[in-house]
């Protein structure tokens, strides 16, 4: 501690005098407050409550008010307060609900001066008015807040929430009258003493329960908010309705906030659990802490400045039964620790990179990119006199290297998704659809995905069967032809020789392996194949010779003499020939005495150069006992996984909607999740607001399910009195009337009820079909014409 800085400040006729130190307390510290002079310090919990004196070089203990060897369960304290008008005059808020002040003018032991009983449990939050020396205000965990009178035996006011337990309240500096508190649901509701029967205002702060919140010193429209969701908020109150202009994200809950004195944008932070340090956050800067206070060793309950204009003491208390002074220039400085550079992609690739600026002019050897741009402009202003730490003045250099705009468009991500078919057709109809929509955007290994994906998972009687009288032969309408897969089933440009060179890196299938054994229907008379003069080799794998000479066609002459067409040779010698044509009878005789073909096979390939071009043309479903419905699927997760590691989340979700069931078993749901939120991100950026609601809606995540229903929110007027409905229920607050009531036979609607949007009249739905059919006017007699529809 040795080492520490002396810092002395000179405010008014007074010199505060100090450097960091601190002292142990008897047990854990609830809450502390400091009295108006900045001499005192009171330190108040379950098991303590105690005033030290602060002195230059140490805590001194000056008074213990508990007494006696068993203490009521008021010397319990949740919050203490320090009368910044009486320095006699402290307030706690006992854990049994009781509110107790305190008269340290007594001559005797025993301090306590009132008590206020009339919450039914824990009083979590007091506050004194900042001129009234007799108005005290209470919040407590029954919902309730209570205005005490110090002159009165009981409450003058009681205030109801209408909500779960109050966390905080806080007297305005500014404002005469009014008075904030914060609750558990995340509303924040501002008050005027003088009206207890309904709050001014009411805003939704947070997402989860607001624990804290202090009105600035200097702003008089400022209010910070502390809650749950680990976020402070800065909300300015001067506006017809509440705007949030700025917003701090810190690493845990947040319990404590306090404007730091004499700095506008600066507001010191604890938390509740977790993190055990104290932060100084310039909320034009919320990124990173300006200051950082970590001495204690457990959880930070209390946090006061010690002078009301004074902004480099703080005193804290805390878990670990100590009592600390901090001094602002002892702060470590989290920029030291920080990573100096950012990087960034734009939604359309462009790329921006910041350094500091002096890393970057240093840098002698950097050459010039194309696209590069300069901007010596980010974060640089004048250096604050009052400012503690110098790297404020530092600036930084922002580099931004620009994409060619035609690379980085996304048009084909918005086509795509506007005419993509996600539901409501048969799955085979909704393949060929998004295949052409690929196709159309010259997507080819997209759409050939689409089309497997419909040969896969298509049931047999919706599969396309013409054009396949070449293919096979005289006898094959004895064979019911259940799959094939046609030349105009793949993508156009396939044979193009640049293409397939690009498309050497995609996911393409490399091979489709059969087994020879059931691919072939083979006899023994070793006849040469129909329509060619020299033996036919059939390829299986890779083709070795010249691609292009397999999906050559002359489609403009498609009635020309036939020439010779030859298959490529492939990489093993031919075992056999096929005979031309057998009959069916024939076929199936034979097929059982051939010592190459096996007793279970029915599958036939024919290869024929014609209009409609078929490379497989398979007899019998591929779900055959041999091929369970399910068969399929682990290719396609290893396909879905491979469009998503792309970053094409589109192709993935869009799958994993239309297959639905058939897929999703074989992803986990975590990854199914991140896919999906990632794609409605996609389009919510895009502004694609009914295309993301309907992914949302079709999604087979139940999470993803549940996004679209979180923020529906419904606005009810009464229709009686016309104002809004703020209790839970059907009877508006203030006429005390049932707001359901049926416009026709006058009951309770229990049930079904159907409103005007105009007139807000209604009741029983088929009170009111039954009433418009005569009349067109409002039943009530109000005169509007309603319609329902």
């Not at 457990?298 to 009592?323: A, C, Q």
């Not at 993508?491 to 392996?513: F, H, T």
């Not at 050559?552 to 005979?579: K, S």
């Not at 295309?691 to 549940?706: A, D, P, Q």
Request: include cysteine; charged fraction near 25%; aromatic fraction near 10%.
């Amino acid at each position: 501690m040795e080492k520490m800085a002396r810092v002395t400040t000179a405010l008014g006729g007074n010199t505060i005098t100090g450097r960091t130190m601190f002292c142990h307390l008897d047990a854990p510290a609830n809450a502390i407050s400091v009295c108006r002079d900045a001499a005192q310090v009171v330190v108040a919990g379950r098991n303590i409550f105690k005033i030290y004196s602060i002195e230059e070089d140490q805590f001194l203990e000056k008074l213990n008010l508990r007494f006696g060897r068993k203490p009521s369960l008021n010397f319990s304290c949740a919050d203490v307060v320090w009368h910044q008008m009486d320095e006699n005059l402290l307030a706690t808020a006992a854990t049994n609900g009781v509110v107790v002040t305190w008269n340290l003018g007594k001559p005797s032991r025993n301090k306590q001066d009132q008590l206020f009983t009339e919450h039914k449990r824990t009083v979590n939050k007091v506050c004194f008015h900042p001129t009234e020396v007799y108005m005290l205000l209470s919040g407590s965990q029954d919902g309730y807040m209570k205005c005490f009178d110090l002159r009165k035996k009981d409450s003058v006011s009681t205030f109801s929430g209408q909500s779960e337990s109050v966390r905080d309240v806080q007297f305005s500096i500014r404002d005469y009258f009014t008075f904030a508190a914060t609750f558990e649901n995340g509303n924040v509701q501002l008050w005027d003493i003088r009206r207890p029967d309904r709050y001014e205002r009411m805003f939704t702060a947070h997402n989860g329960p607001v624990f804290c919140c202090d009105w600035h010193p200097e702003d008089r429209g400022w209010l910070a908010t502390g809650g749950r969701d680990k976020m402070v908020k800065v909300w300015d109150m001067n506006t017809n309705r509440a705007k949030e202009i700025y917003c701090v994200q810190t690493i845990a809950s947040v319990a404590r906030v306090k404007w730091r004195p004499e700095c506008k944008h600066h507001i010191a932070t604890c938390s509740m659990m977790v993190d055990h340090n104290i932060y100084v956050w310039d909320v034009r800067r919320p990124y990173i802490p300006s200051a950082m206070f970590e001495e204690h060793k457990d959880v930070t309950t209390g946090i006061v400045w010690r002078h009301l204009h004074d902004p480099y003491f703080l005193l804290s208390g805390s878990k670990d039964s100590t009592l600390y002074q901090h001094i602002f220039k002892d702060a470590s400085q989290p920029i030291d620790r920080a990573n100096p550079e950012g990087l960034c992609y734009s939604l359309f690739g462009d790329l921006a990179f910041a350094a500091k600026e002096s890393l970057i002019s240093s840098d002698s050897n950097r050459k010039p990119y194309i696209g590069d741009r300069r901007h010596p402009i980010f974060f640089k202003r004048k250096l604050d006199p009052t400012e503690q730490f110098e790297y404020i003045s530092s600036s930084s250099a922002l580099s931004v290297f620009e994409t060619d705009i035609e690379s980085g468009s996304m048009d084909w991500f918005v086509r795509t998704a506007k005419q993509y078919a996600l539901a409501g057709r048969p799955l085979a109809e909704l393949c060929d659809h998004n295949a052409k929509v690929a196709k159309e955007l010259d997507r080819n290994q997209v759409a050939q995905t689409w089309t497997m994906i419909r040969i896969i998972y298509s049931s047999p009687g919706t599969m396309p069967s013409t054009n396949l009288n070449h293919s096979m032969g005289k006898s094959s309408s004895n064979l019911p032809l259940m799959n094939s897969f046609n030349l105009k089933d793949i993508a156009p440009g396939i044979g193009n020789e640049s293409r397939l060179e690009r498309n050497k890196g995609e996911n393409r299938v490399e091979n489709i392996l059969m087994d020879s054994s059931s691919s072939l229907i083979n006899n023994d008379e070793n006849e040469e194949t129909e329509g060619s003069d020299v033996p036919a080799d059939y390829f299986l794998g890779d083709v070795e010779g010249d691609e292009d000479e397999l999906y050559m066609m002359d489609h403009e002459n498609p009635h020309a003499e036939e020439q010779e067409y030859i298959l490529p040779q492939e990489a093993f010698p031919l075992r056999h020939e096929i005979v031309d044509n057998p009959s069916a009878l024939d076929h199936l005789q034979d097929k059982a005495d051939s010592p190459h073909v096996s007793g279970n096979e029915a599958e036939t390939v024919s290869l024929t150069p014609v209009e409609s071009f078929s490379l497989i043309s398979i007899s019998h479903s591929l779900y055959d006992n041999r091929l369970p419905p399910d068969f399929f699927n682990p290719i396609v997760r290893d396909m879905l996984l491979f469009y998503a590691e792309q970053g094409d989340v589109q192709m993935a979700a869009s799958v994993l909607i239309v297959l639905g069931d058939r897929i999703r078993r074989e992803i986990d749901e975590q990854t199914q999740e991140h896919w999906y939120t990632s794609y409605v991100d996609l389009l919510q950026r895009f502004q694609l607001w009914n295309i993301s609601n309907e992914v949302i809606k079709l999604s087979t995540c139940r999470t993803i399910n549940c996004l679209n229903q979180a923020s529906t929110t419904l606005h009810i007027n009464c229709s009686n009195c016309k104002r809004p409905m703020s209790n839970k229920g059907w009877i508006c607050d203030r006429c005390r009337q049932c707001a359901s009531m049926c416009a026709v036979c006058h009951h309770v609607v229990k049930g079904l009820f159907v409103w005007c949007q105009g007139c807000s009249h209604g009741g029983h739905l088929q009170h009111i079909m039954k009433w418009l059919e005569t009349s067109s006017h409002c039943p009530t007699g109000c005169g509007h014409l309603c319609e329902y529809t």
